[in-house]
């Protein structure tokens, strides 16, 4: 067995060298800057180079469009390289279906019309339901009214994404203002169905949902298929995953962390991956349990955190770097002023910041007069810092990270909305409080290459803080506290 792989300048691990020789549907379990897709450029050099395996045979899917590129540029070959939509696309035109692609905007712009002209007795079940006290014409107005329109458009997605049929939701286990809000949400699905077909309009989950259909009729020849951040898959991708592998024979391999699996929201099902071999029988699994990215001193902090839930995978990560103190805690009582403050202290020893949140909008609370915000980036004394929402900073990583609005409220971190007992009871996932929500946070803190720096109301903690504090305390004993 040759143990020194390298690719891109860098030698694989022995871990890695496992998947390059696996010879079957495996299943690869990783962590937190464990080298994942240096794992899958790996794999696909060595089935093209020792191997012999033409480029065209092999099918690698990604989530984002940015992976793919990423992953394109590493392994220099021409092999297929497709988000799931693009995948589905290509069978569709392939089979010359004819449709017109909507955008997700459509559902948004539905969901929020139908919300404007509800009866007075469904916008009571709204108002009920949301527990707010206020009138119908002043909440849609208000914050909140955002909120509510994501969580059905989430809701939706679940429905579409895992294929649920209406009767089984509404006589699942719901109380019966539940069971009028679904009926709502069933209103406002039926209506986006409606306006779909009136003009032979497919969305990114119909272009999944219609192609798998048609993937013997697309002459499709792939011999391997290899999947990133499988963790976020959801039954109609695997439905098209096992049409394809089935039609074409093919070895399946799926790279993913169940540790940072957080679109639930949009109709992902960790329970796919987490029970892979029930789906392909007699796959092998390996562990990556090497990272580069994190000290050993906050890998044990974060794995502590998460693995509070025991239905995480258990994980034994290891990482070659040493850093004291990798958490700060930076509690306040004006939140501008700390922002400035750390940015002050961090800005003349390192041009790689990352400031990260929760929310989108969360920016604006904490910049104070000498700061700007465009295009995603936070201007400070002619320093441009990247600023992103904890969902899209997935696969990032900075020197040192800035976490905002860690507070105790609904739209804190934890985010209490996003524990909505309701799309749990629809698609049962984990039995567990803040399941997702503690998953995005572990994504938060695991970004930083150095240190973290997280901010929170001194009066008015998360109760994530409380327990990072603790598991700090318990693991090296002492808490450091940013102070300006």
Avoid at 186 to 202: D, M, P, T, V
Avoid at 250 to 272: M, R
Avoid at 311 to 340: G, H
Avoid at 467 to 473: G, L, N
């Amino acid at each position: 067995m040759n143990n020194n792989y390298i690719i891109n300048n860098i030698k694989l691990d022995d871990y890695q060298m496992q998947l390059l020789y696996s010879n079957s549907d495996t299943l690869v379990i990783a962590g937190a800057g464990a080298g994942k897709t240096i794992s899958i450029v790996g794999k696909v050099h060595y089935l093209i180079k020792v191997k012999n395996v033409s480029p065209k045979d092999i099918l690698i899917i990604s989530f984002t469009n940015a992976s793919t590129r990423d992953i394109s540029q590493k392994i220099d070959y021409d092999c297929d390289v497709l988000t799931f939509h693009k995948l589905a696309m290509a069978i569709l035109d392939k089979s010359q279906t004819d449709y017109q692609l909507i955008n997700s905007s459509y559902l948004f712009f539905i969901i929020r019309e139908t919300l404007y002209t509800l009866k007075p007795i469904d916008q009571k079940t709204v108002l009920i339901f949301t527990k707010q006290s206020t009138s119908y014409s002043k909440f849609i107005k208000s914050n909140y009214f955002n909120v509510f329109i994501n969580f059905i458009a989430s809701t939706i997605n679940l429905i579409k994404s895992n294929n649920i049929n209406s009767n089984t939701i509404i006589s699942s286990r719901l109380s019966t203002i539940e069971k009028k809000m679904v009926l709502i949400i069933l209103k406002i699905y039926y209506e986006y169905i409606i306006e779909k077909n009136a003009i032979n309009g497919l969305d990114f989950d119909d272009l999944i949902t219609c192609a798998t259909p048609k993937v013997e009729f697309s002459n499709l020849n792939y011999k391997y298929i290899i999947i990133d951040e499988f963790q976020d898959t959801s039954l109609i991708r695997l439905n098209l995953i096992k049409k394809i592998s089935d039609f074409c024979n093919s070895q399946v391999i799926v790279v993913g962390d169940d540790w940072q699996s957080i679109y639930h929201f949009s109709g992902c099902d960790l329970n796919i991956f987490l029970n892979f071999n029930h789906y392909f029988k007699g796959a092998t699994t390996i562990k990556l349990v090497n990272t580069y990215r994190n000290s050993q001193q906050l890998i044990n902090i974060a794995s502590s955190f998460i693995e509070k839930n025991p239905l995480q995978v258990k994980k034994n990560l290891k990482s070659p770097k040493s850093c004291l103190q990798p958490i700060i805690l930076a509690p306040y009582t004006n939140k501008r002023k700390m922002l400035t403050s750390i940015l002050d202290k961090l800005i003349p020893i390192t041009s790689s910041i990352m400031i990260l949140s929760r929310n989108c909008e969360d920016i604006y609370d904490y910049m104070d007069t000498k700061m700007s915000f465009e295009n995603n980036f936070v201007s400070y004394k002619g320093i441009l810092i990247p600023f992103y929402t904890v969902h899209k900073s997935k696969g990032l990583e900075a020197d040192y990270t800035i976490i905002l609005n860690c507070n105790n409220s609904i739209l804190g971190f934890p985010n209490k909305i996003e524990d909505n007992r309701l799309i749990s009871k629809i698609l049962p996932n984990e039995d567990y409080p803040f399941a997702e929500e503690r998953r995005l946070f572990y994504v938060a803190i695991t970004r930083c290459k150095e240190k973290t720096y997280i901010l929170y109301d001194k009066n008015n903690p998360s109760q994530f803080i409380k327990e990072i504090k603790k598991i700090i305390k318990k693991s090296i004993h002492k808490i450091e506290y940013f102070k300006y």
